[in-house]
């Protein structure tokens, strides 16, 4: 269990390299990473993640190449 934070699962591809965004309040904000790149870890990926404190909204992104 996360006791504080957001954990993000996300269903993988074998040879994939990922990666995790983060933005404060609004999907048009500035975008920063926060985790990556890192390879699959098939089926499943998971990401934990403890944003600073302030605002109440994160936006999330999970990219991959």
Request: hydrophobic share 40%; charged share 15%; aromatic share 16%.
């Amino acid at each position: 269990p996360v006791v504080s934070g957001f954990a993000l699962s996300w269903h993988s591809v074998t040879g994939k390299r990922y990666w995790v965004d983060r933005a404060a309040s609004s999907p048009t904000a500035t975008w920063s990473r926060v985790a990556g790149p890192f390879m699959d870890t098939s089926p499943m990926n998971v990401y934990t993640d403890t944003p600073p404190a302030g605002p109440v909204s994160w936006w999330f992104r999970i990219g991959a190449e």
